[in-house]
């Protein structure tokens, strides 16, 4: 049997019906940046994350460069963060000549420790950006009235966990500022990049959507009002003399391209009605491993009580990561490592001297996590090959 780690191809096979019809108008339609779809996405995504504005922009890595820039982040000021993340997380940060301050995780859920959290505070930070790592929640309230007493910034990277929550309120509702990345693998995948921020801020929401179109057009202006403590100008009527617009090709702040593209709001659309279903089969298979693999010299992942856990990644630990993967390639299951090196000592942040030993959580988990397909519409079968093979697995 062959089980990839992630097979995006059977999703399409389901989807092909509804989907291609909706692709052909896109392309038909000869509109192929932002337009109505994305609008609509804005909306739908805004009432399910339960936030008052979703904005939606490139991809999550610039979600995150727009949430930070539009909170005042730059150079000299710290933003803490976690390690054990995908690289675009502390990326964002050391963009925009800021410096990431990498706490360290908790080895049961793999997230942001508060009390690391707190031990890295300076007069310098700004901002604290805890990533929901494979999808599992972290510790909101525990971060947020750090922040609250620090009056700190908290910026979600919530693009491994669209739809888990704490308490049955959605993350990317809990800081100031959500981000969350379409990325074709991700749960809510496009067919290529997308992302988006979320904010219940009305101010932060128009400095998104003017940072993500190069300060332009009425929203660029009404960023550089806010910015400049002036009155936001009123929404333009449309301009009488064409040969004057003010909020057309004139630009009021720098900015970024990082717009979605029609195409890909236009398959979000059709794949979203599918999310909460998608992320209960990972749920369900993610359960069918907990019960059925049962050795002692590896942990399995641990879900945090209260909390909703959408199974982006199914990691556990193990000694024999490297072995175990091999030899459950043999046997034709794909399986994932993430993240093999904890940012604070990736080549790229050499100059922030971080030493082996920083963070020995973090530095653990990088050497032991290994994951296992856990994508939605696998079967019993393929469920019950891959827990024999673990189980049966010798080091
Ligand atoms: C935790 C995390 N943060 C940020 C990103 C960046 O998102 P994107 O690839 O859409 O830029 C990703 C995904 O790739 C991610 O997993």
């Known amino acids: 049997m062959t089980i990839p780690m992630l097979d995006l191809k059977r999703q399409y096979a389901l989807l092909e019906p509804e989907l291609e019809p909706k692709i052909l108008d896109c392309l038909r339609g000869g509109a192929y940046v932002m337009g109505k779809p994305v609008a609509h996405l804005e909306q739908t995504l805004a009432a399910y994350l339960g936030v008052r504005h979703a904005v939606a922009v490139g991809n999550g890595t610039d979600a995150l460069t727009i949430a930070l820039v539009a909170?005042?982040?730059?150079?000299?000021?710290?933003?803490?963060t976690t390690p054990f993340t995908f690289f675009a997380t502390a990326e964002a940060v050391a963009s925009l000549g800021a410096t990431p301050v990498f706490a360290d995780v908790r080895p049961d859920t793999y997230n942001l420790d508060p009390e690391s959290v707190a031990k890295c505070i300076t007069p310098r930070t700004k901002a604290i950006l805890p990533v929901h790592i494979f999808g599992q929640p972290a510790d909101m309230d525990t971060l947020n009235a750090i922040a609250r007493a620090n009056k700190l910034a908290v910026i979600e990277d919530a693009c491994q966990a669209i739809g888990a929550a704490i308490g049955?309120?959605?993350?990317?509702?809990?800081?100031?500022?959500?981000?969350?990345?379409?990325?074709?693998?991700?749960?809510?995948g496009a067919f290529g990049d997308g992302g988006l921020l979320t904010t219940n801020n009305d101010?932060?929401?128009?400095?998104?959507?003017?940072?993500?179109?190069?300060?332009?057009g009425h929203t660029g202006a009404a960023a550089r009002a806010l910015l400049e403590g002036k009155p936001v100008?009123?929404?333009?009527?449309?301009?009488?003399?064409?040969?004057?617009?003010p909020y057309k090709y004139y630009n009021y702040i720098i900015g970024y391209n990082s717009r979605l593209d029609t195409l890909q709001a236009v398959i979000l659309n059709v794949k979203f009605p599918h999310l909460d279903e998608w992320n209960a089969q990972r749920t369900k298979?993610?359960?069918?491993?907990?019960?059925?693999?049962?050795?002692?010299?590896?942990?399995?992942?641990h879900q945090a009580a209260g909390t909703t856990h959408v199974w982006h990644q199914f990691a556990l630990c193990t000694r024999y990561k490297k072995e175990m993967?091999?030899?459950?390639?043999?046997?034709?299951?794909?399986?994932?490592?993430?993240?093999?090196?904890?940012?604070?000592?990736q080549k790229a942040f050499d100059t922030l001297q971080y030493r082996p030993g920083a963070l020995p959580v973090s530095e653990m988990l990088a050497r032991e996590t290994l994951c296992l397909p856990v994508f939605p519409g696998m079967t019993e079968e393929e469920l019950s090959y891959v827990a024999d093979a673990v189980n049966a697995f010798k080091p």
């Open 285 to 301: 298979n993610a359960a069918f491993y907990q019960e059925h693999i049962h050795r002692t010299d590896i942990t399995l992942p």
């Open 168 to 188: 049955g309120r959605k993350v990317g509702g809990w800081g100031d500022v959500g981000c969350f990345s379409f990325f074709p693998t991700k749960n809510l």
């Open 233 to 245: 100008p009123p929404s333009p009527a449309e301009s009488e003399n064409p040969l004057y617009n």
């Open 71 to 80: 909170l005042g982040v730059g150079p000299g000021d710290e933003v803490i």
């Open 203 to 216: 101010e932060y929401a128009t400095l998104f959507r003017a940072l993500r179109a190069h300060g332009g």
């Open 325 to 345: 993967g091999e030899a459950l390639a043999k046997q034709g299951i794909g399986s994932g490592v993430f993240y093999p090196v904890p940012l604070h000592l």
